[in-house]
């Protein structure tokens, strides 16, 4: 089955700098690569998502970068805010399950003021 | 109508209770989801219903048990619950179960067991 691995576990950077988070998965039929932000006490959001048949997608100061070939995806944050911080997963979905979502292990941003 | 709603927030029960977690989506989702949630942890899949009926078991104790009165509503069932089943339980919903779409999660009802 899929396996989602997720790196740096914990990330400090100072307001205003990138942070970038790195996922690598394991199933090649795996097409749908969604981020989702888990603030404190809150619920896990969606805040950017891309598919296979695209290598790269923007929404303001977030990115995502998806390598298929080396099955591996990034999520980039520029001019990071203190609002960033949060906790972050990335996800991976396979054309052959389609309503099953295997999340990395999470990434705890931590935004320097 | 574009949320999750779950109910109730915050549920403290001990392990001879009966209790119910109940989730609600307006949003004509035909694919609801309950995960279980560890602090530090990403959620973990537990049950997938799609069109109302159960698609997914994660091999989950009978403790809990699930049940899809309508395409709008999800409860989760809880008897005779241990200490290690206090956690967040996130419920989810997405469009069409057939389709790559996005899970959209509710707010999750904090758990703990005595």
């Known amino acids: 089955g899929e396996n989602v691995e997720q790196h740096p576990s914990t990330l400090s950077v100072q307001e205003g700098d990138s942070a970038v988070i790195k996922c690598t998965y394991s199933?090649?039929?795996?097409?749908?690569f969604p981020w989702y932000k888990q603030e404190l006490g809150k619920r896990p959001q969606l805040i950017i998502d891309?598919?296979?048949?695209?290598g790269e997608k923007k929404d303001q100061r977030i990115a995502v970068t998806l390598n298929k070939t080396a099955k591996h995806f990034s999520l980039h944050i520029t001019e990071t805010q203190p609002e960033d911080s949060a906790v972050y997963f990335c996800?991976?979905?396979?054309?052959?399950?389609?309503?099953?979502?295997?999340f990395g292990s999470g990434t705890r941003l931590s935004i320097r003021p | 109508d574009t949320e999750v709603t779950q109910t109730p927030k915050h549920l403290v029960m001990g392990m001879t209770n009966k209790k119910s977690l109940k989730c609600e989506q307006h949003?004509?989702?035909?694919?609801m989801y309950w995960y279980k949630q560890k602090a530090k942890k990403p959620p973990e899949l537990m049950f997938v219903?799609?069109?109302?009926?159960?698609?997914i078991n994660e091999s989950v104790p009978s403790r809990f048990s699930p049940e899809c009165p309508n395409s709008s509503l999800l409860n989760l069932h809880l008897h005779a619950l241990q200490p290690e089943d206090s956690a967040l339980y996130l419920c989810?919903?997405?469009?069409?179960?057939?389709?790559?779409?996005?899970?959209?999660f509710g707010p999750g009802t904090r758990l703990l067991v005595l």
């Open positions: 996800a991976a979905r396979s054309y052959s399950s389609a309503s099953k979502i295997i």
């Open positions: 199933d090649s039929a795996s097409n749908y």
């Open positions: 891309i598919r296979s048949n695209v």
């Open positions: 989810a919903s997405s469009q069409d179960p057939r389709n790559q779409e996005t899970q959209y």
């Open positions: 219903y799609s069109y109302e009926k159960l698609s």
């Open positions: 949003m004509g989702h035909r694919a």
